[in-house]
């Protein structure tokens, strides 16, 4: 009998005492997308591409939003053959995260052959080209058959950048303190962003600046660029870093930098010291970490659930919830009568413990409740009862066949339990498969429901048998209208009635 009240008390103390801990700290289960807002956007591949290039682009652009914080366990799957469902709940800068996602990534670092102030290259505005020295405007202006096929004549830009070919690309450089715009014409990608192995933000003591390491072939790639570039005193001294056509920055080679270049594989860009540096040496890192994806994507869909909708559909997946656990409480008390208070204890115990692992892995993995986990918790509630109800009317049965009550109730549970099992193990099994074969908010159901099932079979064994062992002894095991007896008896009657 101490062992077994003993038993009891630490189940309950592990439910009840891990869920008020975790609410006295403040850590809740994390709301998915579709109970807090955010934003939900479908990728699509172009058709053929090579279902492996789609599995590491998915895990880059994870890998961007993990870095770029803000958004609470972005979900990304692969959905189809070559589209990709992302979800981005409680994303807090939408257009960075959106960017991060979307943006194709094809990272280069490139020669800069010549520089043009004013934020137009030498065919929008007649510039003169000389590399490194503001021009003056050049009358008349440049011969529209000079103009190469692929840069606009009127600003001078290249159309549709291609690394492998020279570019006129804009870029917002700092003279004498003020930002403004100019032109850069780059020569095709001397590396990659296949090139590069690690890049990490660090304050030097002075300043910001992103740590690069580099692999074996990146590194003798950037030693020769870097080493080009070192023989000139102008804006050919410039390596360009190119993302998509857009030129994110471009430092220029130390004056102690000889014809050998930068070797060892090492380098350091710095940032600078403005305010905002720290903040732009973080993403400058995450660009050259994750920058490259082997695929380009389309955003074929985008779409937005506001904060007000989620908190509508999580308050009515609470009511439903709530309104179904009650009604089955209730139907247990009535049926069952004293046995109905385990279930009701052991519901209890059932539902801390749930919350206490979403809580616990939304903390340290990141993990999310969606509608679909909700929906999920709901269906587990009455899985719970079914596994109550075998119990109860094994006990039932053998008191029936003239066992004692406690003899019934030890002897039902080990048959019972088999029971409970094999079917928890059907669940089970079709929770993993469900979860393996799915993707969104569908996986959300199956991982709830299979978080449900194992704890269906903890619950059963830690405290549903001690609580009936200990209920058998008590004065509610025989006699009296709540008693198990009566409700085996009770049982009975109505059979014979109905007979």
Known sequence: MRRMVIGIIVVLAIAWGSLGALLANGIVPR?????????????????????DLIDVATQIMSNRISSIGGVQEPEIAISGGNTVLVQLPGVQNEQQALDAVGTTGLLSFRPVL????????????????TPGIEGDAVEPPVDPAEIPDNVDPVTGLTIDDDPSQPSFLLYTDSFFGVDQPVVLELGPAELLGTDVSQALPQFTGAQWAVSLDLTGDGGDKFAALTGEAARYSDARRRIAIVLDGDVLTAPEVNADIGPEGITGGRAQITVGTSPDAEEEAQQLSIVLRYGSLPVSFERSQV???????????????????????????????VYYRSLGLIALVGLSVFG?????????????RGLTLTLAGVTGIVVSIGITADSYIVYFERIKEDIRAGLTVHTAVTEGFRSAYRTILTADSVSLLGAVLLYILAVGPVRGFALTLGIATVLDLFVARAFTRRAAWILSRTRFAEGGFFSITAAAGEHHQLEEVTA
Do not use: R
Request: proline share 5%.
């Open 303 to 333: 779409s937005k659930v506001s904060a007000t909708l989620g908190s509508d559909s999580l308050q009515i997946g609470l009511t439903a919830g709530i309104a179904g656990l009650i009604l089955v409480v209730l139907s247990l008390l």
């Open 114 to 129: 010549a520089l043009y102030n004013g934020g137009a290259g030498p065919f929008g505005s007649a510039f003169d080209p």
């Open 31 to 51: 709301l998915g997308l579709d109970l807090q807002g955010g934003t939900s956007v479908v990728l699509t591949a172009p058709e053929g591409t090579d279902p």
């Open 352 to 364: 801390s413990l749930l919350v206490v692992i979403y809580s616990a892995l939304g903390e340290l």
